[in-house]
Each structure stands twice: as structure tokens, then as C-alpha cells.
T-cell receptor, first 113, second 114 residues
């Protein structure tokens, strides 16, 4: 079964607005990552946050992690039409897990110009 | 820099026919390699992973098999395709023993079984 569950399943906003996506997971993790997928393409790594971190920034992206609640959020500020894509969270166990990740079901983000 | 290739990009096959999808990685050595299937544009299901030549681990029982004949080549196969094998197949790699589990994905193969 999928470890990560994203919420909402779909999000529709206007250009310039902020977009927030949430991810919950069930077991202990070493890190949590967010990926982006444009329609019909492969996934692209966006940002990684480790289990001992609470917040991380990269450009217009802000990720938070609450290990006590087993949840994470991805905030995209000042969204653009080009941000339209599916966004997935993925959890990694680290150690001897051979780099395996468990992906959530994703949030489909549509940004209207 | 590292690149990952998958082919073919799209494939339409009849039920019962064989399958061979190929993935190759350039610019790195001894990567971890992964095959995923994605149904209906949603979550990814890990099918196989490999930590070295000839070393394949299966995550779910299914009609598919994987092989790694060379360090940077990963092949997904089936002897007889089922309708349920339709989907978007993604190959990915990661650094063995890396500081993170970050994976780098190929462009994918869209498989339709009729």
C-alpha cells in the first residue's frame, strides 16, 4: 500500500496565488521528498527534507515536515501557469533500504493564467 | 552530467505478446535502478529494483520480470502481456550509498495492451 497520501487530490488556482499541498505517511522515515510530473513525462525531483529538519526552502518552494504528525506540506508561492503539473511526495527509509522510495497518489495542480 | 534513457516512448501490443522495455543510464557507475508502473497518471508502484548486475528484487508478484545484464542497463520483460499490464512505465536511478534517496527518472514508456 502507498505510504504517502496527498491532499487535496486536485487543486485549481489562479496565477499569482499560493498553492499548498499536504502529504501524510505512516511509518518512520529518513527523508521526505517532493517530485513534480508534467503530463506524460517522467518525475523531476524538487526538494528533499530530512527527518531532523522542520522546514526547507528552494526558490518559490517551501517544505515543512512534522514527524510527530507524520505529515509534510509543500507550498508554492506566486504560482505560474507553468507550475501546472502533478506533485508527489515520496518517503525514504535511508540506511539499507537501497534508496527505495514510497510514493503517494499525488496532487494535480492547475494554475489558470 | 547523468542522463537516463528509456525506449520505446510508446508501445501498443496485443494481449499475449511478449514485451521488452529498455532503460540505460549514462554518466554514473553502479547506480541503483528501479522500474515503476503508474496507472491513470496517479501514484507510482515500485515493480523491481536492482543494486548491481544480475541482482534483481521484485516488489510485487506479477506477470513481469526484470534483468540487469550490464551495469547501466535495466530491462523490463514479459512473456505474455495481459490487459492489466497497460500503463506508464518509468525507470529511475539513484546513487548507491548516497547521502539521500533522491531518484532521477527517465521519460517513461506508455504501454497499451489491446
Amino acid at each position: 500500500s502507498q505510504q504517502g497520501e496527498e491532499d487535496p487530490q486536485a487543486l485549481s488556482i489562479q496565477e499569482g496565488e499560493n498553492a499548498t499541498m499536504n502529504c501524510s505517511y505512516k511509518t518512520s522515515i529518513n527523508n521526505l521528498q517532493w517530485y513534480r510530473q508534467n503530463s506524460g513525462r517522467g518525475l523531476v525531483h524538487l526538494i528533499l527534507i530530512r527527518s531532523n529538519e522542520r522546514e526547507k526552502h528552494s526558490g518559490r518552494l517551501r517544505v515543512t515536515l512534522d514527524t510527530s504528525k507524520k505529515s509534510s506540506s509543500l507550498l508554492i508561492t506566486a504560482s505560474r501557469a507553468a507550475d501546472t503539473a502533478s506533485y508527489f511526495c515520496a518517503t525514504g527509509a535511508g540506511g539499507t533500504s537501497y534508496g527505495k522510495l514510497t510514493f503517494g497518489q499525488g496532487t494535480i495542480l492547475t494554475v489558470h493564467p | 552530467s547523468q542522463t537516463i534513457h528509456q525506449w520505446p516512448a510508446t508501445l501498443v501490443q496485443p494481449v499475449g505478446s511478449p514485451l521488452s522495455l529498455e532503460c540505460t543510464v549514462e554518466g554514473t557507475s553502479n547506480p541503483n535502478l528501479y522500474w515503476y508502473r503508474q496507472a491513470a497518471g496517479r501514484g507510482l508502484q515500485l515493480l523491481f529494483y536492482s543494486v548491481g548486475i544480475g541482482q534483481i528484487s521484485s516488489e510485487v508478484p506479477q506477470n513481469l520480470s526484470a534483468s540487469r545484464p550490464q551495469d547501466r542497463q535495466f530491462i523490463l520483460s514479459s512473456k505474455k502481456l495481459l490487459l492489466s499490464d497497460s500503463g506508464f512505465y518509468l525507470c529511475a536511478w539513484s546513487v548507491v550509498g548516497g547521502a539521500s534517496d533522491t531518484q532521477y527518472f527517465g521519460p517513461g514508456t506508455r504501454l497499451t495492451v489491446l
